[in-house]
């Protein structure tokens, strides 16, 4: 559990290995879903491919890598020491060109734009969200990390259902993504009333407490400790859990796949989606469309796009 009562807070602890771990982390997601976390996170928020994903990142930064804010919230419990840091890694190591300001707040939001930040990523005690400076992009973290994490089940999955556990804005967001996908989707909470709305707003099938072997498929979206033992698993078994405290226990972890990370594979699933609606008519409902990534294709070519974001991101002889 977090140490603090009311709110779920990443602690320094859990992220102080992801700047450095980011490599390792797309290995290890290429093993088990066949995709590396920008391309399971560009396929989340609707990209038909990766190249377009890189054309629509090259497109924003016309013709270089984006210019990315992180600016350092001090509200509620405060700084969580490293966090600005790690998601100006994670950006980077994507292709942005992110900093962290060096104000906090709202003097950091000056600072921002100032500096002619194109998108901002800030995050408080409730709230992680990515907004651009023009066009009106908009992509907010549980949205996004429900998604991106249910992509990365499709990618594992074995056969055609899922139990999706937790219907908080995470589990229902993997809930729309699964079933979009053709998936038969069954939904769990404790809170038979949060349960009751998740079933009714998405259509999805209800379960009930004990459910969890019946399930080759689980997308774990609790912040519950634990409670997936040896005993609820088969070889069959594929796990995606995007939350900390983790659902599977360390034996689960060693006997099936479960695909982890406390911030990488949301924070990046933020980044392409504000890419995704600023060059994309389809998903530009909230705003003008800024930038062309077919006109960025023919421009800068697509070797050169390839090349361009390689050289900011390549995981070679690291
Ligand atoms: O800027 C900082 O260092 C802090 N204000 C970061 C706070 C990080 N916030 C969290 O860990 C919250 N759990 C965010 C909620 C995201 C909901 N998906």
């Known amino acids: ?169 995470v589990g229902l967001s993997a809930t729309r993504y699964l079933k979009g996908c053709g998936f038969a989707v069954s939904v769990y909470d404790k809170d038979p009333a949060r349960l009751s709305a998740a079933v009714e707003a998405t259509g999805a099938g209800r379960e009930q407490d004990g459910c969890v072997a019946r399930y080759r498929n689980i997308l774990d979206a609790t912040n519950g400790a634990d409670f997936i033992t040896a005993a609820d698993v088969t070889s069959e078994t594929r796990i995606s859990a995007p939350g900390i405290p983790l659902g599977p226990t360390a034996q689960v972890r060693s006997l099936v796949p479960v695909f982890h990370n406390p911030l990488e594979l949301g924070t990046a699933a933020m980044y392409y989606d504000c890419l995704h609606q600023l060059t994309s008519t389809t998903a530009g409902k909230r705003g003008a469309v800024v930038a062309n990534a077919d006109a960025a294709k023919a421009r800068f070519g697509r070797a050169a796009l390839a090349r361009q974001v390689a050289a900011t991101f390549s995981c070679e002889g690291r």
């Open 1 to 169: 559990m977090s140490k603090y009562a009311d709110v779920d807070r990443l602690e320094e602890s859990e992220i102080e290995g992801v700047a450095a771990g980011l490599c390792d982390l797309d290995r290890q997601s290429r093993e088990m879903t066949g995709l590396t976390i920008a391309e399971l996170a560009g396929e989340s928020v609707g990209f038909a491919s990766h190249d377009e994903a890189l054309a629509a990142q090259v497109a924003v930064g016309d013709g270089v890598a984006p210019r990315v804010a992180v600016i350092p919230v001090t509200s509620g419990y405060g700084l969580i020491g490293g966090f600005a840091q790690t998601l100006v890694a994670i950006l980077n190591h994507l292709g942005a060109n992110a900093r962290a300001t060096d104000k906090t707040d709202l003097a950091g939001l000056e600072e921002a734009y100032r500096a002619r930040a194109q998108l901002i990523f800030m995050a408080d005690d409730y709230t992680f969200t990515a907004v651009s400076t023009r066009g009106g992009a908009m992509s907010d973290n549980g949205i996004a990390t429900g998604r991106a994490f249910g992509c990365a089940l499709a990618h594992m999955a074995r056969g055609g259902e899922v139990l999706v556990l937790g219907a908080g804005p």
